[in-house]
């Protein structure tokens, strides 16, 4: 009978104990539920904007462009941020922002980009603005910027052409020689609609930004940025701006030729059909034309004579030609292999045409004519005892042997690169 009492009572208390348990679950489930409804409120309720400064000793013009962007932000109504990428300032500028409000970011590593990209990892808005110090750009400009972003716009870039440059706020050589140039080239190599790829003021979408995976630290990182949203075909508006002198008490940390070459290397490095596709085509096919004038007998132009040395020129030119045609494809191969360039539907299409057979068939085809002309060269060697020969008669022969020789096996090589990096299809 105790047995029955013991266990009589131990049911009725797990009757007891279930409900109290179910409850407890129940508000822990509930109060998971809100924690994550409020951390949802706090992503929504969030900045839409934040406006990302690099800095470097910048103490004598930080304070005014921070209370600039803090009143625009406030005048137009716009729930933002300003975020300091800090990049080792030793006069003061991380006190001074953080006594104004705005967050600081320490980035330790050098360099424009490095700072930019430790700010914009730091942000939290859904737009970022980026800008400068030296209280040259018009911070009253951000509606502008944001209103594309809002349209639908992932890069908005800022036109100081187009907006006005102040007397005295661009050195002469930026403004009718550096940055028209640069950006001409950018628009002929990349097809970019742009008319300032350099202007440091410019927004974005967070997640575009993300897309582009930009890699460069130095003054480069703006020119990456327009060339990367181009290819990836994002959506890219202008806007007026303006520029005014700079306001810093001492030299900018720009430096004319050292980053004009760093922009103009990373456009070239980027875009291979410029750089070697297509002076490598030229340099192969006029070789070609040469030496195909030049073999059946001497050339005589108002009074010169062109012959075998001509010719031997004429042959090296033509395989030049080819490395830099092989070089700019194996740079195109390792850029989107690499994730630097995207994919390229015309590039795929080729790589399905280049198979390791029709490289090895044309490769062989090369090989078959050199050494077949090679044999016939020493045939006549031998008819002549393998004494002297004509050497303006022989070289028309060796010369194009040993250059088909040459090409073939530089086509097989390139071939077995191709099908090892996967690209053979087929």
Not at 32 to 44: D, F, H, L, P, R
Not at 260 to 269: A, D, P, T
Not at 300 to 311: A, K, N, S, W
């Amino acid at each position: 009978m105790q047995g029955v009492t013991i266990l009589l009572t131990a049911r009725r208390q797990r009757k007891r104990i279930r409900p109290a348990v179910m409850s407890l679950a129940s508000s822990a489930i509930s109060a998971e539920g809100q924690t994550e409804k409020a951390v949802t409120a706090v992503e929504v309720n969030g900045p839409e904007l934040s406006v990302v400064l690099p800095c470097l000793n910048e103490a004598g013009t930080l304070a005014a462009c921070i209370e600039k962007i803090q009143r625009a932000l406030r005048e137009n109504d716009v729930n933002g941020e300003v975020i300091i990428a800090d990049n080792g300032s030793s006069d003061g500028s991380p006190q001074i922002a953080a006594a104004l409000g705005a967050q600081v970011v320490h980035v330790p590593e050098k360099g424009y980009g490095s700072a930019l990209m430790g700010g914009i990892a730091a942000a939290r808005g859904q737009y970022i603005l980026m800008g400068d110090c030296d209280d040259t750009y018009d911070f009253a400009h951000i509606p502008r910027f944001l209103s594309k972003l809002r349209q639908g716009d992932d890069l908005v870039m800022g036109n100081r052409f187009q907006g006005g440059i102040a007397p005295g706020a661009m050195p002469p050589l930026h403004r009718y020689l550096g940055n028209p140039v640069l950006s001409f080239l950018g628009r002929v190599f990349f097809r970019a609609q742009c008319g300032d790829f350099h202007c440091g003021l410019r927004a974005f979408r967070k997640t575009a930004y993300q897309r582009l995976g930009l890699r460069t630290t130095g003054m480069e990182f703006a020119s990456e940025m327009v060339v990367k949203a181009t290819l990836m075909g994002l959506r890219v508006a202008e806007v007026p701006t303006t520029l005014s002198p700079d306001r810093r008490n001492r030299p900018p940390h720009l430096r004319t030729w050292r980053d004009g070459w760093r922009h103009l290397r990373f456009m070239l490095l980027y875009s291979p059909r410029w750089l070697f596709l297509y002076p490598g085509v030229v340099t192969m096919l006029g070789g070609a034309a040469v030496a195909a004038w030049l073999l059946p007998q001497p050339r005589v132009v108002h009074g010169v004579t062109f012959d075998v040395h001509t010719l031997l020129y004429a042959m090296v030119a033509v395989l030049i030609g080819f490395q830099a045609v092989a070089f700019a494809v194996f740079t195109k191969v390792y850029g989107m292999t690499h994730g630097l360039l995207p994919p390229d539907p015309q590039a795929d299409r080729l790589f399905d045409m280049v198979t390791l057979e029709s490289g090895l068939a044309v490769g062989a085809a090369l090989i078959l004519v050199g050494v077949s002309s090679s044999i016939y060269a020493v045939h006549v060697w031998g008819v002549h005892n393998f004494g002297p020969l004509d050497t303006s008669v022989m070289l028309r022969t060796v010369v194009p042997s040993v250059t088909a020789l040459t090409l073939g096996c530089q086509v097989v090589l390139f071939s077995f690169f191709l099908s090892i990096l996967g690209l053979d299809r087929k």
